[in-house]
Nanobody, 124 residues
Framework: QVQLVESGGGSVQAGGSLRLSCAFV?????????MAWFRQRPGREREEVAI???????DVTDSVKGRFTISTDNAENTLSLQMDSLEPEDTAMYYC?????????????????WGQGTQVIVSS
């Protein structure tokens, strides 16, 4: 069983940067098809922020394009989310997730492993 352990959240002023990390603890039987960051803003449903597929391709949602970057280390033991030019609308609980299914990677229900979440607060 793989556990996902997040770190790096915090409070920052608008325009600032944060880097979130997600450590994959344990050895999976096989590499996940997708690794992703989701967020849940107050009063809203959990939404996809950035996805990294097994083949290395990445995608970020339009609202963070050009500001957020998803990456892993060479061993794929740590998933990161570099967040620059943060805006108050980015305030949310951020979750990393992994999926071993070939289903829609933009949907939270496609992911079977989740981190505990890390809070990001951006003040204006």
């Amino acid at each position: 069983q793989v556990q996902l352990v997040e770190s790096g959240g915090g409070s920052v002023q608008a325009g600032g940067s944060l880097r979130l990390s997600c450590a994959f603890v344990g050895v999976p039987d096989r590499r996940p098809y997708y690794m992703a960051w989701f967020r849940q803003r107050p009063g809203r449903e959990r939404e996809e922020v950035a996805i990294r597929a097994r083949d290395g391709t990445t995608d970020v949602t339009d609202s963070v394009k050009g500001r957020f970057t998803i990456s892993t280390d060479n061993a794929e033991n740590t998933l990161s989310l570099q967040m620059d030019s943060l805006e108050p609308e980015d305030t949310a609980m951020y979750y990393c997730a992994a999926s071993w299914e070939l289903s829609n990677p933009r949907l939270p229900q496609s992911y079977s492993s989740w981190g505990q979440g890390t809070q990001v607060i951006v003040s204006s």
